[in-house]
């Protein structure tokens, strides 16, 4: 019988959440007659995005705290590990592939993020195959604060902010795309290391 601990159940509810919200992003509630409404004013709010918005910050608030739960209980394990891994991933790559399907977003943004992810979850393998343990760095944090910060923002159309014509979820946005760059390259030099001290 498989034990499944705390941290475990918010990392399971942190991807049922991811998921809700994609099926709420790219449902056509219109083409089966389901009318959404909007709450107008200087930008148009769609109530789904509200919605979206609420589900997307809770299961940001888990991704903190399974992490904590985990270390304070000692229930570290590398099951849980992975389902973070794969739970951050379903969080963010898909809500910024349907943003920028629909216009809101450059897609070269999930372009680099998903490239990015890729080139450090090879590296991570490859480091675990020999035996080492690559932790989370800097400016890797610093990236994943910024896109859900940007995309809690790109939900409610930027509000307050669009009202002083300031984009900060764009410039939130953009710039984490900035920082998958820096720490991909940081992540390539780090397992370069680890493969030549390993030779």
């Known amino acids: 019988m498989i034990i499944v601990n705390t941290p475990t159940k918010l990392t399971v509810s942190r991807i049922l959440m991811a998921i809700i919200v994609i099926i709420i992003m790219v449902f056509p509630f219109d083409e089966i007659g389901i009318d959404i409404p909007v709450l107008r004013g200087k930008v148009d709010i769609s109530i789904k995005y509200i919605i979206c918005c609420v589900l997307f910050v809770i299961a940001s608030i888990t991704d903190y705290f399974d992490g904590y739960?985990?270390?304070?209980?000692?229930?570290?394990?590398?099951?849980?590990?992975?389902?973070?891994?794969?739970?951050?991933?379903?969080?963010?790559?898909?809500?910024?592939?349907?943003?920028?399907?629909?216009?809101?977003?450059?897609p070269i943004v999930p372009?680099?993020?998903?490239?990015?992810?890729?080139?450090?979850?090879?590296?991570?393998?490859?480091?675990?195959?020999?035996?080492?343990?690559?932790?989370?760095?800097?400016s890797g944090k610093i990236k994943t604060a910024s896109l859900m910060l940007g995309i809690v923002f790109l939900f409610i159309s930027d509000v307050p902010f669009v009202y002083k014509n300031i984009?900060?979820?764009?410039?939130?946005?953009?710039?984490a795309t900035f920082m998958s760059l820096i720490s991909m390259v940081q992540y390539i030099d780090i397992g370069r290391k680890i493969n030549k001290n390993n030779e």
């Open 69 to 106: 739960l985990a270390r304070k209980n000692n229930e570290v394990t590398d099951r849980g590990k992975m389902l973070d891994a794969i739970a951050d991933k379903i969080l963010v790559d898909p809500i910024l592939i349907v943003f920028a399907s629909e216009g809101i977003i450059n």
């Open 111 to 138: 372009v680099v993020v998903v490239a990015r992810d890729i080139v450090v979850d090879a590296i991570k393998m490859q480091a675990a195959a020999n035996g080492k343990v690559i932790a989370a760095i800097s």
């Open 167 to 175: 984009r900060i979820d764009l410039l939130l946005i953009y710039f």
